[in-house]
């Protein structure tokens, strides 16, 4: 869950007081997942890298929580990301850079540009996850959603968990600059996920994790970062 800290979030300076001199109080336990130690995959015209799941979504205990899968693709243009299996699980794709089309055996057929994040049960760069939820309404899941860069700078954008769909997973985006400073993330009890750096170079909870790096989060604490370039950066929050 977002740490409720009562501050204007507009304001860098006011995220992690003297975080450059102090361990974090209460740091998030993480299991680091380095971009080298995750298991890759290409095929005609596509890459992708599967943290969590792959190609098949993940059994206990390499889910977390209701996180089966989560990988990370990129296509070059005009290539066909095959159609693949869901079980009954809800996908979301969030579009990293370019712009994807989708469509379903279903009939559905949609185009995300950079920002977009679709949600349905079910050159471009796309990060894709399969959450285990109950199943809510669809058509609070089925419209595509596109956000501004500016939505998402320097505050915990939450892509997935909204609009009243009663998830217990929630997603949330962040892009940062060095002038941020710092900012944090707190995982309530008995909860847990996983944080992936979409780009950027950043000290998370005093280890340094680079573009594409990532970390599961094994329990309840505080998430504290300090980015050292522009950084795009993603939560998963489950009950664990």
Same mark, same amino acid.
């Given at each position: 869950m977002l740490s409720q800290i009562p501050i204007d *979030? *507009? %304001?860098p300076s006011h995220?992690?007081? #003297? /975080? /450059? +001199? +102090?361990p974090p109080i209460d740091p998030a336990p993480l299991r680091l997942h380095r971009d080298h130690q995750i298991q890759a995959s290409n095929g005609s015209g596509f890459e992708v890298r599967w943290h969590v799941g792959g190609p098949w979504p993940a059994q206990a205990p390499a889910a977390i929580g209701a996180l089966r899968g989560f990988h990370h693709a990129t296509l070059e243009p005009s290539a066909t990301w095959p159609m693949h299996l869901q079980e009954d699980l809800q996908g979301v %794709?969030? !579009? !990293?850079a370019g712009a994807l089309e989708h469509a379903d055996n279903q =009939?559905? *057929? #949609?185009v995300l540009t950079a920002g977009g994040v679709q949600q349905r049960w079910l =050159? %471009?760069?796309f990060i894709q996850l399969w959450l285990e939820t109950a199943r809510p309404d669809p058509t609070l899941l089925e419209?595509? %959603?596109h956000y501004a860069s500016h939505e998402r700078f320097e505050r915990w954008l939450q892509i997935v968990g909204a609009n009243g769909t009663g998830q217990d997973a929630s997603v949330h985006v962040a892009r940062l600059n060095p002038s941020t400073r710092c900012m944090q993330y707190r995982f309530e009890p008995g909860r847990g996920g996983y944080f992936y750096v979409i780009e950027g170079d950043v000290q998370v909870n005093y280890e340094h994790l680079e573009r594409r790096d990532a970390a599961r989060v094994t329990g309840a604490g505080l998430v504290n970062i300090e980015p050292s370039q522009p950084t795009e950066l993603l939560i998963v929050d489950v009950s664990i």
């Open positions: *979030r *507009r %304001t995220r992690c007081q #003297d /975080a /450059a +001199l +102090l %794709t969030y !579009v !990293v =009939g559905n *057929r #949609d =050159g %471009t760069e419209q595509p %959603t």
